[in-house]
Nanobody, 122 residues
């Protein structure tokens, strides 16, 4: 089964920084990786994505967050600077590719990690 190793979340004061890391396993030919986030009572939103074609960062975090990684190693990072309380959310690692879903079975799909909590105090 597809699995993710996410780390880097935590509690930080406004203006502080955190760096999220994620590695996806049992997934091949990954074409995109990135981060989503979901705050309580809000819809999940894209934070940043990257692929061999480049990167995209959401307007709400542009200039503060930077995404990087290595597609060949199924690894993605999110450097978050200038954090504010509105950034408080559960952050989910994302990978799009061929996931191993059973014996000799792969499926092209979108996959998400279990999430890591980021809390920013004012």
């Amino acid at each position: 089964q597809v699995h993710f190793m996410e780390s880097g979340g935590g509690l930080v004061q406004a203006g502080g920084s955190l760096r999220l890391s994620c590695t996806a396993g049992n997934i091949r030919n990954v074409n995109r990786m990135g981060w989503y986030r979901q705050a309580p009572q809000k819809q999940r939103e894209v934070v940043a994505m990257f692929s061999s074609g480049g990167t995209n960062v959401g307007d709400s975090v542009k200039g503060r967050f930077t995404i990087s990684g290595d597609i060949a190693k199924n690894t993605v990072y999110l450097q978050m600077n200038g954090l504010n309380p509105d950034d408080t959310a559960t952050y989910y690692c994302y990978a799009g590719g061929w996931g191993i879903v059973g014996d000799n079975t792969q499926r092209l799909d979108d996959y998400w990690g279990q999430g890591t909590q980021v809390t920013v105090s004012s």
